[in-house]
């Protein structure tokens, strides 16, 4: 089997950062393109739990913050060539649809990043990845 497209779900966690320098060193020795994925959630109150639409300069905020503070430098730090991708959404499904529609063959994430108040009203990413995504994850601790 051919592995050739490789991803890896990042949000600045340790684990998530270590999950993109391992993904890196597998992508070299496979000779696969690799893409960090993040998912950037719309300001509070788009999700109907309170308030309107986030403006479009909080939007725009938001999306330009994830990829200065976040994805350039993961992508700096690894010593391949990483096409950097910003979805906006719920992080497991856009991370599940982006491997999907991008034919990903591995999935790269951490164990562990998101809050614990998070992980206790959405469950854990990594897990709910490792139980749906169209391709075999590397869960990285």
Do not use: Y
């Amino acid at each position: 089997m051919q592995m050739s497209r490789f991803a890896v779900a990042v949000d600045g966690s340790a684990e998530s950062k270590r999950a993109a320098q391992m993904a890196a060193e597998m992508a070299k020795l496979a000779g696969a393109e690799l893409q960090l994925v993040t998912v950037v959630r719309p300001p509070e109150g788009w999700w109907g739990i309170e308030g309107s639409p986030p403006t479009p300069e909080a939007m725009s905020s938001a999306i330009a913050s994830a990829r200065s503070e976040l994805l350039t430098p993961i992508q700096k730090s690894l010593d391949v060539e990483a096409e950097a991708v910003l979805e906006v959404g719920e992080p497991g499904g856009a991370i599940i649809n982006f491997c999907s529609e991008n034919e990903i063959d591995m999935l790269f994430v951490g164990r562990r990043g998101a809050g614990v108040v998070e992980r206790v009203m959405m469950g854990s990413v990594a897990d709910r990845l490792a139980h749906n995504a169209p391709c075999p994850v590397v869960i990285v601790p």
